[in-house]
């Protein structure tokens, strides 16, 4: 992240929060239809009307950031809340039939979904002011400014507006093979409809000799899929399958493509101009009368764009035994889930071509204007995958106790996650060596080892009364880590100015201090880089990049407890029960314990970098100095203790 108002290092004042507000409508109904005793039918139409806002508390002036010796104070709008809300309506028809036929149970249908979405999404639109220092600020003169908006500079001008329909066609068939062994295999067909295009953008045809109007509009997947279930002996159940999923068309990337077609929001050129005399509650008049439409920032979607999709394996088992001494009916599980995807999103910026390369073999870049950006979502070379193991174990005892243990294992890797509904984000946070494709390596929400207990007691203290104990512990691992070069204003790679800032390159890891592709006479010494990268533990990529997710953050530990006794209703067949929950009992017993700290971005500055004329890396003590700590930050809400009593009446 930057170092200005998304750094974790910035002191964000009340100004700079904002609301968000939801308002949702909703109906739906169901007809169910029984024809016979061998056919059935289900009939349903849906309706949803979601207006989501999210609102600065006040609009009297731009996002500021002051910069100090030991960190940033922020105040005004968030820059990413000037302008944003969504208003969709979601309209949706479904049909499902079963039949049965001999030893088949055929179930099929069809489902017709239409979004008609409203997208407000302008950035800087109150404008965004950077100062030095704490003078600068009292001198009102700025180090940096940015303003964006509708060409009209009328902030609601910059709303897009498109529609969107998809059509599913399923049928699937569950019949058994013999006795012990059912069968299901079937088949999804799902096509997107859109008769809405973004807007022809003359400008970017002219740039790339072809159009950024491209919609998905006929693009289409098929998804079969394959299950067994095998009941090998009385205890004994073997299941397995495979198949391909999708996660349904991804409305809030292609929207970037409408709402930013950079004919109608586009960027002032000329902020430079207007440093000095800073008024941070108005967008100086000479940058109004400067916006022009047509040659703003584009979002497009690649015309050979595919929907990302899953090959989805995986083989389980249930069984359940006896153990002398201890009780019958333990049961155990086990599965192993394996995962290839398909198609992975990307973004690229059109705007850059490869230039040159560092000494250490990283590509650099050159954009065509460094004020300008132009995002395609495509799809990867290369994509990510998932191998998951989860085991459990679980009794009940006639003394009323229980228990089930359970432990998962997760070894996943992806390239661009794709977890902001911005292309912007999507291009300039992900991790990476080279922004001109997918870093594939360890997933962000990678959770390697968790184990969690259950126990529970159920005894009845008063006759028809249950009182019940529960204990849920878990110890799982931190998310990975990502050792990172910092990066304040630096185009060395050939990042344009709205990516310059971004702590998102992997470092290059020198075999020594006679290594060729770091300047150590310009930059710090060996010695001390040594010093860093033997604390951050990414020593061992010597003579070449760290990989992603080098590192991990700190495990954590959940305790909680839950007592609950029921008591008499006030009629026949009513029943109460009181409740008293503790969250985080351990930090109630010991106040250093029990808390969840993290690394807020994921991210940790190994050094900062330069690039000299030779292309090899100068580095320097990070901004702030080098913190070897794999934590930043404490999760307050789930690190402090909470006490629930609460009364629970059914009848």
């Avoid at 290092?9 to 109906?27: C, G, I, P, S």
């Avoid at 609102?55 to 009297?60: F, I, L, S, V």
């Avoid at 006759?463 to 110890?475: D, G, M, P």
Wanted: no cysteine; glycine share 8%; hydrophobic share 35%.
């Amino acid at each position: 992240q930057s170092r200005s108002s998304a750094a974790s290092d910035v002191y964000k004042r009340q100004t700079h929060w904002y609301d968000k507000n939801e308002n949702l409508t909703a109906f739906s109904a169901h007809v169910y239809s029984d024809w016979n005793a061998n056919f059935t039918t289900e009939f349903k139409v849906a309706y949803k009307d979601v207006e989501t806002a999210q609102a600065p508390q006040n609009t009297m002036m731009g996002d500021v950031t002051v910069r100090g010796e030991n960190g940033s104070i922020a105040f005004g709008p968030d820059k990413y809340r000037h302008g944003n809300a969504l208003d969709n309506q979601t309209l949706s028809l479904r049909f499902l039939g079963e039949y049965l036929y001999n030893d088949h149970e055929i179930t099929f249908g069809a489902e017709y979904e239409t979004i008609d979405v409203t997208n407000l999404f302008a950035p800087d639109s109150l404008g965004t002011w950077e100062f030095d220092d704490i003078a600068s600020f009292e001198a009102r003169t700025a180090d940096g400014f940015d303003y964006a908006n509708a060409y009209t500079n009328v902030q609601s001008d910059a709303a897009a507006s498109f529609k969107f329909s998809t059509t599913t066609l399923f049928i699937e068939d569950a019949f058994n093979i013999t006795d012990s062994v059912l069968l299901t295999a079937g088949v999804r067909y799902e096509m997107i409809g859109s008769s809405d295009a973004p807007t022809h953008n003359a400008n970017f045809q002219n740039r790339y000799g072809y159009s950024n109007s491209a919609n998905m509009d006929g693009e289409s997947i098929f998804l079969p899929r394959i299950s067994i279930n095998w009941e090998a002996t009385d205890d004994m159940v073997i299941r397995g399958g495979i198949g391909r999923f999708s996660g349904g068309r991804p409305n809030v990337w292609l929207s970037n493509s409408y709402s930013n077609d950079g004919t109608t929001y586009v960027t002032a050129r000329n902020t430079d101009d207007y440093l000095t005399n800073v008024d941070i509650t108005t967008v100086p008049q000479g940058v109004l009368d400067g916006m022009t439409p047509g040659d703003g920032n584009v979002n497009f979607t690649d015309p050979n764009f595919k929907m990302p999709s899953d090959w989805r394996t995986n083989i389980a088992v249930d069984y359940r035994f006896d153990i002398p001494v201890m009780g019958e009916d333990w049961m155990w599980s086990a599965e192993f889930i394996h995962v290839e995807k398909e198609n992975d999103p990307f973004w690229k910026d059109v705007s850059r071509q490869q230039v040159g390369e560092t000494a250490g073999g990283r590509p650099i870049y050159e954009a065509d204007d460094k004020g300008r950006y132009d995002l395609m979502l495509t799809n990867a070379d290369d994509n990510g995958e998932s191998n998951i193991f989860t085991t459990s174990l679980n009794k009940s005892f006639d003394s009323g106790v229980s228990f089930n243990v359970s432990y998962t294992n997760q070894d996943i890797t992806e390239g661009t996650p794709g977890t902001s509904s911005t292309a912007t984000s999507n291009f300039q946070y992900p991790v990476t060596q080279d922004r001109g494709r997918a870093e594939v390596g360890r997933s962000a929400f990678e959770i390697e080892h968790s184990l969690k207990i259950n126990l529970d007691y159920r005894t009845e203290f008063v006759s028809n009364y249950a009182t019940k104990f529960n204990l849920f512990f878990e110890r799982r691992s931190g998310q990975p880590l990502n050792w990172v070069m910092g990066s304040f204003r630096n185009g060395d790679l050939g990042d344009q100015y709205a990516f310059d800032d971004s702590d998102a390159y992997l470092p290059y890891i020198p075999s020594g201090a006679d290594d060729s592709a770091v300047d150590f006479v310009n930059g710090i010494s060996y010695d001390e880089l040594k010093g860093y990268m033997d604390q951050a533990g990414v020593s061992k990529y010597a003579g070449g990049y760290a990989e992603k997710g080098a590192g991990n953050q700190p495990w954590q530990t959940t305790l909680d407890l839950r007592i609950a006794q029921e008591i008499p209703g006030f009629m026949d067949g009513h029943k109460g029960e009181i409740f008293f929950n503790v969250r985080n009992l351990l930090n109630l017993i010991d106040d250093a314990k029990g808390q969840q700290k993290r690394s807020e971005y994921g991210t940790k500055i190994l050094a900062d970098y330069g690039i000299n004329d030779a292309g090899q890396y100068v580095y320097s003590e990070p901004y702030g100095g080098f913190d070897a700590a794999n934590a930043d930050t404490v999760n307050a809400k789930y690190s402090a203790w909470g006490i629930k009593i609460g009364v629970r009446y059914t009848f």
